[in-house]
């Protein structure tokens, strides 16, 4: 093997490893340690977790939420959006109930809404730089036409190693087989 076709093999292993780590980071181990991920959209986090981070939460009892907590949370109960800050204070309301303060790490103030237990939806487990870029790229068409177009060419790629490996199975004919075979036709 030259040098140059090492190098290349090299290359795509490295490639083909970087993905695979990249999907275990932030698909399989969140999916099976029932963890969620999520895209850091804002600076407010900065510089621990800047836009573009893919942030890793997992279920975590209210009681064990403290301050410097990083929690990711629902803005309205039941609703969609959510925010990850970091908790600065506690209190109790009138009920008994135990509500955090949050602020961004690069936010001046803390927000302005106090977070309810039923609100938080986990902890920070762990964040991934540059990661949660590629999620918010893909909108859920382009994860599809992605997934249409690996698939087309791992099908591509695994018919040219079966035409390959059929093309490695014929042994040259030397000369005198090849004269052999030319005076067995003409006879």
């Given at each position: 093997?030259?040098m140059?076709?090492?190098?290349?093999?090299?290359?795509?292993?490295?490639?083909?490893?970087?993905?695979?780590?990249a999907?275990v980071v932030?698909?399989l181990?969140p999916?099976?340690?029932?963890a969620?991920p999520?895209?850091?959209?804002?600076?407010?986090?900065?510089?621990?977790?800047?836009?573009?981070?893919?942030?890793?939460?997992?279920?975590?009892?209210?009681?064990?939420?403290?301050?410097?907590?990083?929690?990711?949370y629902?803005?309205?109960?039941g609703?969609?959006?959510?925010?990850?800050?970091?908790?600065?204070?506690?209190?109790t309301?009138?009920?008994?109930?135990?509500?955090?303060q949050?602020?961004?790490?690069?936010?001046?103030?803390?927000?302005?809404a106090?977070?309810?237990?039923?609100?938080?939806?986990?902890?920070?487990w762990?964040?991934?730089?540059?990661?949660?870029?590629?999620?918010?790229?893909?909108?859920?068409?382009?994860?599809?036409?992605?997934?249409?177009?690996?698939?087309?060419?791992?099908?591509?790629?695994?018919?040219?190693?079966?035409?390959r490996?059929?093309?490695?199975?014929?042994?040259?004919?030397?000369?005198?087989?090849?004269?052999?075979?030319?005076?067995?036709v003409?006879?």
């Amino acid at each position: 093997m030259t040098m140059l076709g090492w190098c290349r093999r090299l290359a795509s292993w490295l490639v083909v490893g970087a993905c695979l780590a990249a999907l275990v980071v932030g698909v399989l181990l969140p999916r099976v340690a029932g963890a969620t991920p999520y895209t850091v959209l804002t600076s407010s986090m900065t510089p621990q977790l800047p836009p573009g981070t893919l942030v890793v939460v997992r279920p975590v009892d209210p009681e064990q939420v403290g301050t410097d907590t990083v929690i990711t949370y629902q803005l309205r109960s039941g609703r969609p959006e959510v925010v990850t800050h970091r908790v600065v204070a506690l209190r109790t309301d009138l009920t008994g109930q135990v509500e955090y303060q949050t602020q961004g790490d690069a936010n001046d103030t803390p927000d302005a809404a106090w977070v309810r237990p039923e609100q938080v939806r986990g902890e920070l487990w762990y964040a991934v730089p540059y990661l949660g870029r590629a999620s918010t790229w893909l909108s859920p068409d382009r994860r599809a036409q992605l997934v249409q177009v690996a698939a087309g060419l791992l099908m591509l790629y695994a018919a040219a190693m079966f035409a390959r490996s059929l093309g490695g199975r014929r042994k040259p004919a030397t000369a005198r087989e090849s004269a052999a075979v030319l005076e067995e036709v003409s006879a």
